[in-house]
């Protein structure tokens, strides 16, 4: 299992510092939707620049326009970008498209979607292969976790590359574990922790342990 460091809510030089500090515990870079709200593309480019070993997913949550915004991303060096599931399948289409141009993935992130079983069909027959499991912030904040959609994606998906996300923390990450998943994602759950870097060791530790 690979662990994806969600970075949201944290300004860009915090961020490169976290980062560095927690740098053998790390997989996948994260660079969150508010974080590229706010700082943009160039938040990738510095992050490729200082950490050229890493794989660096840009999380744009793309609802349109799917080959453009996916080629802004790789552009920039991001090795992976994330579509919404629920847009249309065009705009997935075109993701994909510029996905094999670049030699890159997209993650198609489920959040909200309705019916998970149609729709993760739908999306691996137009090849889809990366899928992210998302409880959302809001979602969260009215008790909701990833576990039950992570257990159906798991149920119905047996191809994809499956990642999830949604408050994972040191405490939870066993049930996770338990359900399976390639990418354990944590965001809040590291950057927030009252030691950020024993809480990423200690999350590392045991997504690498039988
Ligand atoms: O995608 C995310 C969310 O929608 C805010 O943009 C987060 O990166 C994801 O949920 C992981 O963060 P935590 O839930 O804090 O672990």
Redesign the pocket.
Known sequence: MKLQL?L?DIKLVDALVLVEKIREYIDII?I???FIIEEGMRSVREFRKYFPEKYILA?TKIMDAGDYETELTYLAGADYCTVLGVTDTLTVKGCLESAKKYGKKVFVDMICVKDMEKRILELEEIGVDCFTV?T??DQ?AVGRTALEDLAEMKKVSKKSQISV????KESTLYKYKKVGADII?????IIHADDPVKAAKAIYKELKSK
Do not use: Y
């Not at 994602?185 to 759950?189: A, D, E, P, T």
């Open positions: 969600a949201d994260e969150g939707s508010p999380d998302h959302g912030v969260q996300a949604g408050g994972i994602i944590v965001g809040s759950g």
